[in-house]
């Protein structure tokens, strides 16, 4: 088996009433939870990332602390390293992840590859490791950090596939043109209960067909 799961970010600072909360967050954490339980022997290793973020800096510029958050590169306080916001949805089950990884201490991070695990591991060891070829993305936001780490597992060499009904995002264009580069870019775009071998639909039509799925539409100024 070589095949792996990357969970995005599913914490509570960016589901509903958190700091930048995605509408469709706690959905994305629930239908997470469905998922794995029914698929968990799919994967060879299932892989679990959140943002960390200091408390005393503005972790790169990260946060806005001198003007207004443009909601782009800069946002409010959000996913602090030991604070409830940081913590996974409690609709999330992680009893099934093998790997936690934390990103963001200090800086700006929005792709998996930017972590480590508790060991100080990144997620390219952890897939070398394990012998991935194949990684599923499912998680937050899908026009952030989701496609900052479907971008970089290509990168790396990875067949991708993004579960367009297990990723919310902070807008549905945004989102949809999220997925239609990420399908020109080489992933698989498909919903979770499609054939794991299936072609899935990749390039344009990712972005004019599943603009709704994409990421359940918020507020630009609602999440990442």
């Not at 394990?130 to 780490?149: E, K």
């Not at 264009?173 to 794991?196: K, P, Y």
Request: proline share 2%; glycine share 14%.
């Amino acid at each position: 088996m070589t095949r792996a799961l990357f969970i995005i970010d599913v914490q509570n600072d960016f589901t509903e009433g958190g700091a930048l909360g995605v509408e469709g967050g706690a959905a994305v954490a629930a239908g997470v939870t469905d998922y794995l339980g029914a698929h968990r022997d799919d994967y060879a290793v299932v892989v679990a990332s959140r943002d960390w973020h200091d408390a005393d800096n503005d972790n790169g510029g990260h946060f806005a602390t001198d003007a207004d958050p443009d909601f782009v590169d800069t946002w409010p306080s959000h996913c602090i390293a030991g604070t409830p916001g940081a913590e996974y949805h409690p609709a999330l089950d992680v009893s099934g992840v093998d790997v936690h990884i934390r990103k963001g201490q200090g800086i700006p991070a929005y792709s998996i590859f930017e972590g480590t695990d508790d060991a100080g591991a990144t997620i390219t060891e952890v897939l070398t490791s394990h012998g991935i070829t194949d990684v599923d993305i499912v998680g937050l936001a899908t026009d952030y950090c989701v496609r900052a780490s479907a971008l970089d597992a290509l990168e790396h060499g990875q067949h991708v596939r993004v579960l367009t009904d297990l990723v919310a995002g902070v807008a549905a264009q945004t989102s949809a043109d999220a997925l239609a580069e990420l399908g020109h870019a080489g992933a698989v775009i498909a919903e979770s209960g499609a054939d794991t071998g299936a072609a899935g639909e990749t390039g344009a039509d990712a972005g004019a067909d599943r603009e709704a799925d994409a990421g359940t539409a918020g507020d630009d100024e609602g999440a990442r």
